[in-house]
């Protein structure tokens, strides 16, 4: 009886380690998105400047995700998931010195390399033996619950702290060593929980090799290029939602206090809206879903766009704010499902999600630069409105891309994904 209790809570202290883990990690690349305005003062930089150190960092990640699947099939995820804590912990406690422009950019490709190619795809990977082949859906809604929970618990304990001590270059320095830390601590835990071993019992493609015919089987498949589409356009909203901070701060002329309080706030959503999204979807369909959530995306980020920045108009933007962020939080719950949706080989599910995220999360290069660009080149409420406008249109694309798989793949019983 003993032997089985432990190995439960062995079991679940598994995931606990790889939801906070999975979520802590990448606060530091993405400071921005709750001290944009701290951040660019510390650094002395311009919008155009702090949109490059995310762009630099999409760039090291968009080539290290493939490489980093294949890596984890054949390296203990123990390992890889540990590595990547303690050297991106160690790079943080550095960046809180706030080093020169250049320095910056090399911290923010540094991070590509070891959160994208050491550390995602040996999270995905332990997650899938985490839970048989009938689980699946349930191991990643709980994987991205638990790294909803873990990134609002430590950012509203963290904001407090910034708070607390000025929020000014200090205070700032403070958070980045506070999350380099907790990043190194769970580097250790990881070490010390985490098993070596690589399980390939709940995988039905054990065994299986994929070389360069099983790569260019997969590209060729119509339903690939849409799912990749869908994350893409789905990612872009992830990013509009960045700009909410400085959107309160700019426009509506809130404290950097209370426009990061909305930041962190909008986080509390992340997992409820992962965790109730998933149950829509196995009710109405995971491509239905998704095309109703580009829907609301589209006439969120427009209303952005025009709304006036007085006042009165706070809790309608706040409002705004909390249903964007819903919709974005719930579409990155299941947008991974559309590979099961889509008739996705089995054996082929590696290389296909290693495709996908390669080209979905391209905006991590392209959206930082092209917000600060537009702010840069056309300031206050004119330079949102492109924004705001340019990513609805971008949603509309992904709308058009979540349709065609449902009437094809879905609608039109069509299960041959590379028909």
């Given at each position: 009886?003993l032997s ?5 809570f062995?079991?679940w202290l ?6 906070i883990?999975?979520g802590i990690i ?6 921005q ?7 660019a ?7 155009t400047e ?9 760039m090291?990640?968009l080539?290290?995700y ?23 912990g160690i ?5 809180s ?14 991070w590509g ?6 550390f995602?795809?040996?999270?995905i990977?332990?997650?899938r ?7 699946q ?7 991205e619950?638990?790294r909803?929970l873990?990134?609002v618990?430590?950012?509203?304990a963290?904001?407090?702290v910034?708070?607390?001590?000025g929020?000014?270059?200090?205070a700032l320095?403070?958070?980045i ?22 399980n390939?019992?709940n ?5 299986q ?7 260019i089987?997969?590209?060729?498949m119509?339903?690939?290029w849409?799912?990749a589409?869908v994350?893409?356009t ?13 959107y309160a701060?700019?426009?509506?002329m809130?404290s ?10 909008k986080?509390?959503?992340k997992?409820?809206?992962a965790?109730i999204a ?6 109405f369909g ?6 109703s959530l580009?829907?609301v ?7 952005f766009?025009v709304?006036p920045g007085?006042a009165v108009?706070?809790p ?12 974005v ?10 590979l099961?949706e889509g008739?996705i ?11 996908v995220s390669?080209?979905g ?7 930082p630069l092209?917000?600060?660009?537009l702010l840069d080149?056309f300031p206050?409420?004119?330079g949102?409105r ?8 971008i ?5 058009a ?7 094809k793949?879905?609608?039109g019983g ?6």
């Amino acid at each position: 009886m003993l032997s089985i209790t432990m190995s439960v809570f062995r079991h679940w202290l598994t995931m606990v380690v790889l939801s906070i883990s999975g979520g802590i990690i990448f606060f530091l690349p993405f400071l921005q998105e709750v001290y944009y305005k701290p951040l660019a003062q510390a650094l002395s930089l311009n919008n155009t400047e702090v949109g490059s150190l995310m762009s630099v960092f999409g760039m090291t990640s968009l080539i290290s995700y493939f490489p980093g699947g294949w890596l984890a099939d054949r390296v203990s995820p123990r390992k890889l998931i540990s590595f990547s804590l303690l050297l991106t912990g160690i790079t943080g406690l550095y960046f809180s010195t706030f080093p020169a422009y250049g320095v910056s950019l090399a911290l923010h490709a540094f991070w590509g390399v070891s959160i994208s190619f050491l550390f995602w795809g040996a999270m995905i990977r332990m997650t899938r033996n985490w839970a048989p082949a009938e689980e699946q859906g349930r191991a990643f809604g709980i994987l991205e619950t638990g790294r909803g929970l873990g990134e609002v618990l430590s950012s509203a304990a963290i904001l407090s702290v910034f708070v607390a001590l000025g929020s000014g270059d200090y205070a700032l320095s403070m958070v980045i060593v506070l999350f380099a830390g907790l990043i190194l601590l769970l580097g250790l835990i990881a070490w010390f929980t985490l098993e070596d071993s690589i399980n390939e019992e709940n995988s039905s493609a054990a065994g299986q090799k994929v070389g360069l015919e099983e790569i260019i089987s997969a590209l060729k498949m119509p339903v690939v290029w849409l799912i990749a589409t869908v994350i893409l356009t789905g990612y872009c909203a992830y990013w509009g939602t960045f700009r909410f901070t400085s959107y309160a701060t700019d426009i509506f002329m809130m404290s950097v206090a209370i426009a990061a309080s909305i930041s962190v706030g909008k986080m509390w959503l992340k997992p409820l809206a992962a965790f109730i999204a998933g149950f829509i979807a196995d009710r109405f369909g995971i491509a239905r879903t998704v095309a109703s959530l580009f829907v609301v995306l589209v006439v969120s980020f427009c209303f952005f766009a025009v709304m006036p920045g007085s006042a009165v108009m706070i809790p309608l933007m706040l409002a705004n704010v909390a249903l964007a962020s819903l919709a974005v939080f719930a579409m990155r719950g299941i947008y991974f499902a559309l590979l099961e949706e889509g008739g996705i080989p089995m054996a082929v599910t590696g290389t296909v999600a290693g495709i996908v995220s390669a080209i979905g999360f391209t905006p991590d290069i392209f959206m930082p630069l092209l917000g600060g660009v537009l702010l840069d080149t056309f300031p206050g409420a004119t330079g949102y409105r492109y924004f705001f406008f340019t990513t609805a249109g971008i949603c509309a694309v992904g709308f058009a891309a979540s349709l065609i798989i449902y009437l094809k793949y879905v609608k039109g019983g069509n299960s041959r994904a590379a028909d």
